[in-house]
């Protein structure tokens, strides 16, 4: 069965930073493109950023130079370093993997960016 866990949102100053955490399991983690989305108020969800197997990242324009994907396989978790954040990055994070025809979803976590 496949779990993601995601953890480290919160509220921050524009500005700020954060860092999210994404734990999986029931995957063989190495082999897979690890992705994090977002989805804001009346927003539709979006792609932030994804890493591959072989490390290759990419990234909405919209946050590029101030985000940065990573991961650690022994840990099984992938994380997502978010700086100079700004209100429009308030939304709930999501972190996905594809597993063949099947998605998978992680119960989010909220970022809320405001003074």
């Known amino acids: 069965q496949v779990q993601l866990v995601e953890s480290g949102g919160g509220l921050v100053q524009p500005g700020g930073s954060l860092r999210l955490s994404c734990a999986a399991s029931?995957?063989?983690?190495?082999?897979?493109?690890m992705g994090w989305y977002r989805q804001g108020p009346g927003k539709q969800r979006e792609l932030v950023a994804r890493?591959?197997?072989?490390?290759?990242?990419n990234y909405a324009d919209s946050v590029r130079g101030r985000f940065t994907i990573s991961r650690d396989n022994a840990k099984k978790s992938v994380y997502l370093q978010m700086n100079a954040l700004k209100p429009d990055d308030t939304a709930v994070y999501y972190c996905?993997?594809?597993?063949?025809?099947?998605?998978?979803w992680g119960q989010g976590t909220q970022v809320t960016v405001s003074s």
């Open positions: 996905n993997v594809n597993r063949g025809q099947t998605g998978y």
């Open positions: 029931g995957i063989i983690f190495s082999i897979q493109t």
């Open positions: 890493i591959s197997s072989s490390l290759n990242t």
